[in-house]
């Protein structure tokens, strides 16, 4: 069943520039779904748009449809909280969702009490239990400290902690673990991967590497200047590519793993486009 689908999706600029291009596709309940592509193809601004977040500049049309339900057709304020419920979100950067002058454990259970009827205290506990299941060690000092005061990696396994604690039924992970080194990249992905299988959530991960989305994704949606231009199960885009860009793409994945000396196609890595 598909809990978000997006159909006809196009955004253009302000002067009219037709940055993302009459784009259709949906989440599948407890799937995984990448949008894979090179830079400026269009990936985070399509999940802006199911996000609500667009820039004001920018004009949308097409449908959003969240369980049936319309988006589009929502209030600023509807929108805001299905996306903190139901929607959860990891950014790239920890900045861009954690507050630089609030404790850890206090935004959780601002985050927690905005959305539920329970109590600070509760959402404290349940905050403290998921801070343990992204493996962070020493919870309770983790939740009195600043985000300045924790490392990259550990900053990105709070704001994973953060996206899923409310139990959203879809997750947007937009390049989450591309400012990490390769070491700790690839253990952020195998948690995250097996959270969302374990939540039996849907997710929309957003990259430009390769063997990352043939790692995580059920299906794969390759974008290129706006336009996805060939998209299904990440077996068949993988395998059997159609269109002369994939094709061109697992061209270059293979001859990455060759020259690198046969990494499994199965461990994430930092091949990019
Ligand atoms: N507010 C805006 N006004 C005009 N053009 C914009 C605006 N925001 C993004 N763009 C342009 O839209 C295109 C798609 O941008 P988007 O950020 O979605 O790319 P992307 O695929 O996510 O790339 P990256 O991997 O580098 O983040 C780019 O050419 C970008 O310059």
Not at 14 to 20: D, I, K, S
Not at 215 to 242: F, H
Not at 256 to 271: D, H, M, Q, V, Y
Request: include cysteine.
């Amino acid at each position: 069943m598909d809990v978000v689908e997006i159909k006809n999706l196009s955004i253009r600029s302000a002067e009219g520039q037709l940055l993302v291009h009459d784009s259709s596709f949906s989440l599948e309940s407890g799937k995984t779904h990448c949008l894979l592509g090179e830079s400026g193809s269009g990936k985070t601004l399509t999940s802006k748009a199911i996000l609500g977040m667009l820039p004001a500049d920018l004009h949308m049309s097409g449908d959003i449809l969240f369980r049936g339900q319309n988006l589009n057709l929502l209030s600023k304020k509807s929108w805001r909280q299905i996306r903190g419920k139901h929607i959860g979100t990891i950014f790239q950067h920890p900045e861009q969702a954690l507050h630089p002058s609030i404790p850890i454990g206090r935004q959780f259970s601002d985050l927690m009490c905005s959305h539920l009827p329970i109590s600070r205290y509760e959402a404290e506990k349940q905050a403290e239990k998921m801070l343990s299941r992204v493996l962070l060690k020493d919870t309770a000092q983790v939740m009195k400290s600043y985000s300045h005061e924790l490392s990259g990696g550990m900053n990105q396994r709070v704001m994973i902690a953060m996206a899923l604690l409310p139990k959203p039924e879809v997750v947007i992970a937009d390049e989450p673990t591309s400012a990490l080194d390769v070491t700790t990249q690839a253990e952020i992905i195998s948690l995250l991967r097996h959270l969302i299988w374990d939540l039996k959530m849907s997710m929309l991960f957003i990259t430009h590497d390769l063997l990352l989305s043939s790692y995580l994704a059920d299906t794969i949606g390759v974008m290129r200047s706006g336009e996805i231009i060939e998209q299904g199960s990440t077996e068949r885009i993988l395998g059997r590519p159609e269109h002369e860009y994939t094709k061109q793409l697992c061209r270059y994945r293979s001859q990455r793993i060759l020259s690198k000396g046969g990494n499994s196609p199965n461990a994430p890595s930092s091949t990019a486009l």
